[in-house]
């Protein structure tokens, strides 16, 4: 008896230095990611004052005749993150759909499992594989190099699936098994309880899939480096080479960091940390906006 009335004054206690820690992780989280803004904004402060930002924002990059227009590249940015995820989530949303019940056990459950290898697949090893195999196909079927919007495309999409799907369907889940007994009470098939109860119920996990998706395929530098051609210009087409700002902060920071283009990078910074925020803000109001249980 008074091992137990040991052990429930000890609870508390545990459970308090735990509340504790985990409010002194988030503190320190949130201290690194307003010291990374802090730093940027110190650096990116000079464009604004002196009127370089309109410099910086300009089409045209030329470094020998100090033109740091890094328009081109946020634009390259935009139009494949927004076309990869566009590719990317009715698949991945058609996937998990598949694995909850429109398809076959057998066949659901292998690609689960594939699609959990593929998390565990490195990014180099996806734009290796596409630059021996994807990139021929391309300037064999359409002309020019192959290192283009669309090859960075297709693999960048590949690339953010697994992410769409391995967190939609952790809610689909969820989501079927409270409502099994009420889908089966109204005789709904697999399919029909999936489309019409499931899939509605999971506003929460659609949205957190969405915004992952489009913030991993933003981050991403590995792929648009390897496949996209680095060409500075405005892409007018799908096979157009074109250089996002990831990989042009990798080129331009592995070559030179003393000059007034590297300076420039942290305007690049500024753009990919904003986009990043509205992502977190975007999860943060679907948290705070959809009822708990996930339903809309």
Excluded: K
């Amino acid at each position: 008896m008074s091992h137990l009335t040991t052990t429930s004054r000890h609870a508390p206690r545990g459970e308090a230095l735990v509340r504790r820690a985990f409010q002194a992780s988030g503190f320190a989280a949130l201290l690194a990611v307003a010291m990374v803004f802090v730093f940027l904004a110190v650096f990116t402060l000079p464009m604004f004052t002196s009127g370089g930002m309109f410099a910086v924002l300009s089409p045209v990059w030329n470094p020998i005749r100090g033109q740091f227009g890094i328009l081109p590249m946020a634009a390259a940015t935009f139009g494949l993150s927004l076309s990869a995820f566009a590719l990317a989530y009715p698949l991945g949303i058609g996937a998990c759909l598949f694995v909850n019940g429109l398809g076959p056990r057998r066949a659901a459950g292998a690609l689960r499992a594939v699609v959990r290898l593929m998390t565990a697949v490195p990014t180099v090893v996806y734009g290796f594989v596409a630059a021996a195999t994807l990139v021929p196909a391309v300037r064999g079927a359409f002309g020019g190099s192959g290192f283009s919007w669309l090859s960075a495309m297709l693999v960048l999409a590949l690339l953010i699936l697994p992410t769409v799907v391995l967190i939609l369907d952790g809610q689909m889940t969820a989501v079927a098994g409270r409502t099994r007994l009420t889908t089966a009470a109204l005789g709904l098939g697999p399919g029909a309880a999936l489309l019409f109860v499931v899939l509605p119920g999971c506003r929460r996990g659609l949205f957190a899939a969405a915004a992952l998706g489009f913030g991993r395929a933003v981050g991403d530098a590995l792929i648009p480096l390897m496949l996209a051609g680095n060409a500075v210009a405005l892409p007018r087409s799908l096979l157009d080479s074109m250089r996002p700002l990831t990989s042009h902060i990798a080129l331009v920071a592995a070559t030179d960091s003393t000059s007034l283009a590297y300076a420039s990078l942290f305007a690049c910074g500024m753009i990919l940390f904003g986009v990043t925020a509205g992502v977190n803000l975007a999860l943060a109001w679907v948290r705070r906006e959809t009822p708990r249980g996930g339903q809309a």
